[in-house]
Antibody, heavy 124, light 109 residues
Framework: EVQLVESGGVVVQPGGSLRLSCAAS????????MHWVRQAPGKGLEWVSL????????YYADSVKGRFTISRDNSKNSLYLQMNSLRAEDTALYYC?????????????????WGQGTLVTVSS | EIVLTQSPATLSLSPGERATLSCRAS??????LAWYQQKPGQAPRLLIY???NRATGIPARFSGSGSGTDFTLTISSLEPEDFAVYYC???????????FGQGTRLEIK
């Protein structure tokens, strides 16, 4: 059974930093690209970032480019999101999600498995 | 950036009725359009990918159609568990980008 478990969400002050983690199991983690998607309270979904299966390619939404860094440790079956210079508008539930592309192939950009999310609140 | 506009914002129907949800793109997305269902307190679930392909385990009452800029998600006969929020989503290949529509809330009438 595929499982994605996010952690690291807390209350942080504006301008602060935070690192989110996502522990993956139930599939061959290093075969697939991974994504972060967020959802502000009561709002819709917003794609944040993606990383290729080998970590060699990363992409970001314009809203977080230059502030967030996605990474992965395939030896630990883990995905990360380093979040710097946090703003109130970054307050959201952050999901990690598996790309439904082929094994070590092109990134598809659809999400076939999701975690339950970790809540980040940016507030003074 | 491609903008996805979903309509209606809220759809009120009864179990057994047919639901038709719309998603319009600001420019062509070919067939790179997916649909997700989200229930309160849960993560989204992939229903349809590439406009018309049902994801694994999705019941046949869910179907998708369209290409270019206009897409439709149809639920042929609503079950009680289908009342939820539905999002469309597009993906662009280069540079890789993903955008979601604002969602349609399907509520019990």
């Amino acid at each position: 059974e595929v499982q994605l478990v996010e952690s690291g969400g807390v209350v942080v002050q504006p301008g602060g930093s935070l690192r989110l983690s996502c522990a993956a199991s139930g599939f061959t983690f290093d075969d697939y690209a991974m994504h972060w998607v967020r959802q502000a309270p009561g709002k819709g979904l917003e794609w944040v970032s993606l990383i290729s299966w080998d970590g060699g390619s990363t992409y970001y939404a314009d809203s977080v480019k230059g502030r967030f860094t996605i990474s992965r440790d395939n030896s630990k079956n883990s995905l990360y999101l380093q979040m710097n210079s946090l703003r109130a508008e970054d307050t959201a539930l952050y999901y990690c999600a598996k790309d439904d592309g082929p094994v070590r192939g092109v990134i598809i950009g659809n999400f076939d498995y999701w975690g339950q999310g970790t809540l980040v609140t940016v507030s003074s | 950036e491609i903008v996805l506009t979903q309509s209606p914002a809220t759809l009120s129907l009864s179990p057994g009725e047919r639901a038709t949800l719309s998603c319009r793109a600001s420019q062509s997305v070919s067939s790179y359009l997916a649909w997700y269902q989200q229930k309160p307190g849960q993560a989204p679930r992939l229903l349809i990918y590439d406009a018309s392909n049902r994801a694994t385990g999705i019941p046949a009452r869910f179907s998708g159609s369209g290409s270019g800029t206009d897409f439709t998600l149809t639920i042929s006969s609503l079950e009680p568990e289908d009342f939820a929020v539905y999002y469309c989503q597009q993906r662009s290949n280069w540079p890789p980008r993903v955008t979601f529509g604002q969602g349609t809330r399907l509520e019990i009438k």
